[in-house]
Structures are given as C-alpha cells and as structure tokens.
Nanobody
C-alpha cells in the first residue's frame, strides 16, 4: 500500500480545507483508514478514523464537530473535510491504513501503512 495524501495549504482561521488520501496501486476498500497530524515540536496525534465496510467513524475531541472523515470506495479515496479551522490545527497531516478487526479499527501503529504528509497552515 502506497498512500498519497494531498489537499493541504494555507487558509485563514475559520476557513475550510479538504484533504484526500488515495493509493494508486491497491484498493483501500478493505482497509480501515485514519488521519493523524503532527505539529512542529509535537508528537503525532490521532485525528479521525473510518472503518471498512459499515464505515464507523471516530474523532479526537479537538476536531469533533468540525472535521468529517469519509470514504469513496469507487474513487479509492478517503477524505478529511476540515471546517472552522483554527491556528492550532496547523500541522502536517498523514493518512494511514490498517487491517485491524472492526472492534479496533481506529488503532494504528508504526507497522501499518502511512502516507507522506500534507501541510496544513491556518493563519490567525
């Protein structure tokens, strides 16, 4: 799995961005997918996850109500719609994929597949 994240950029506080994650070589249909972010000098943190199949979703408290994770299996793409962005959302955003059982779909570790990051900068 070679994940590719895109859609980052510079946006003013209160604005919106949509990130995309795809894989040109393999289907993501059978994968649980997640978004993580890492701000400068900070540890990487969980943002959102979506399961395969019945598409359960999970969010960190810091983005709940503002971000929405979704997937379009026909386009082999997972999205992160980010609304009402805040300066503290500034980070490099990464997508990840795992094959965990559905009861642990949000659990990702270094052994899973990770894409390159896309930078999101939110100005105040």
């Amino acid at each position: 799995v070679q994940l590719q994240a895109s859609g980052g950029g510079l946006v003013q506080a209160g604005g919106s961005l949509r990130l995309s994650c795809t894989d040109s070589g393999r289907s993501l249909r059978s994968m649980n997918m997640g978004w993580f972010r890492q701000a400068p000098g900070e540890a990487r943190e969980f943002v959102a996850a979506i399961s395969r199949g019945i598409t359960n979703t999970k969010y960190s408290d810091s983005v709940k109500g503002r971000f929405t994770i979704s997937r379009d299996n026909a386009k082999n793409t997972v999205y992160l719609q980010m609304n009402n962005l805040k300066p503290e959302d500034t980070a490099v955003y990464y997508c990840a994929a795992n094959r965990m059982v559905l009861s642990s779909y949000w659990h990702f570790d270094e052994d899973d597949s990770w894409g390159q990051g896309t930078l999101v900068t939110v100005s105040s």
